[in-house]
């Protein structure tokens, strides 16, 4: 475990009502570093009876946290933000000893978590209704936003704070409260952030943690009539599931679900800006992003030389773990993660496709991967279809842009696509046609608190970030003032 200036942060336990626990059963699991396979810390096996407390301490909270003024519950989630900040280093380490990303990355996560804190801060204070004209003279007609109420959080371990305060942050400030259960992977880093909400803050039961099994607390947060709202990032399969089993108690729904992202490079785009872009789309968190470019479209007249200069820019990524500065790339998440890397590849090269750079597991050992890419990609094989979730870099040459735009559509998913050219026109013509919820132009980095990140088709419901992303922890009450008549 890495060495904390302020080792409170390092807290494996539940937060239940504003207070650290146990599972009722005293069981645990363990929290291992991917970079070596140690284990961190032992985290509480919880289940349905802790899960149910958290949910009814979310209940009473909500009574008086709803009614709080926007500007207190602005000034708290203020504390929270400048508290991460304040402890960005301890957080970073404690992101890169249970998720392998580099520090540097690490420190950016951690930065980009914050960032949905400070802007949902200052979108508390601006939860405005409407007044809407009356269709008689006697009656005001008003539309009033209130909060849904208590709600579910379920995250994924690629992004374990950003994911976090991408919920929290936005349901606070609406003024719900919140049950969360993080990742079995990356517990510590969200427990970190419940440690610091109470010191900022907030009150008992506003924000509650529970980790452990994950079917029972999901099933446990959707049977409850009282939790009202579920928010959910993780595999499509998942997040299927969760809205069958919403569907019983009707609950409000986002899902944040797989990705499949295309990344076109048309004959007119600066091969440079493109590469650069490709690597910060496809390498970061070692690939492992749910808008990761999982398919790289590359025009004719362009393809032999982003070919090589892609390669000569993937060959000095410095593979290692987390912990050494100066790394690019950290180790997969787990065994399985390295496995379905090995499986696409090997489709990918027995269906014809001709290795470029990389192509097996690192010297390293563990679940450390070389960043590899191949050529001559096509539309059967597997990755075509299924997001990787790891370094491997595909190029698909195609010859006429439609022919790209409809490869890049031919997938049930629809997150992001990103693409490379200098012709708006022809840019405005791919921005129209591409069947994602988010589109990149000219640039391989779009996450940002300020914009709404979401999905269509397979990709999942709803948005998180910019103003969007408060409303789906709000709902309309519409009231009619009759008898007014002069
Ligand atoms: P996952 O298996 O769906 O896990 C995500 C979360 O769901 C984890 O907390 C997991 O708990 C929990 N979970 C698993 N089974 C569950 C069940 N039966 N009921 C309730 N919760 C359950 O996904 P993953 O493999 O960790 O994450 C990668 C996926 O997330 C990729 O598909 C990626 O594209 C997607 N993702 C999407 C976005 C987005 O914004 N659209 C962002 C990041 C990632 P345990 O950890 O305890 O198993």
Redesign the pocket.
Known sequence: MPALKYPSLLNPRCLIDGQWRDADSALTFDVTNPANGTVLAQVPAAGSAETERAITAAERALTTWRKLPAPDRAAKLRRWHDLMLTHLEDLASLLTAEQGKPLSDARAEVRYAASFVDWYAEEARRIYGDVIPAPSGDRRILALKEPVGVCGA??????PYA?VTRKVAPALAAGCTMVL?????TPLSALALGVLALEAGIPDGVFNIVTGD??II?KTLTDSPVVRKIS???????GR??MRQSATTLKKLSL????NAPFIVFDDADIDEAVAGLMQAKFRNAGQ??IAANRIYVQRGVYEAFSKRLCETVARLRVSAGTDEGADIGPLIDGSAVEKVEAHLEDALAHGAKLLCGGKRHALGGTFFEPTVIADATENMVLARD?T?GPLAPLFPFDRDDDAIAAANAVEYG?GAYLYSRDQRRIWRAIDALETGMVGVNSGMISTAVAP?G?IKQ??LGREGSRYGIEEYLVLKYVCLGGLAA
Do not use: D, Y
Not at 154 to 159: G, L
Not at 232 to 238: A, H, I, Q, Y
């Open positions: 379920i995250t994924p371990w690629n992004f994911m259960k993080p990742a079995e992977q994950p079917a999901g959910f990032t993780g595999s499509t399969e998942v599931l969760l944040e679900l797989g990705g992003a749910c997001e979730f997150l990140f999905g990709s999942g």
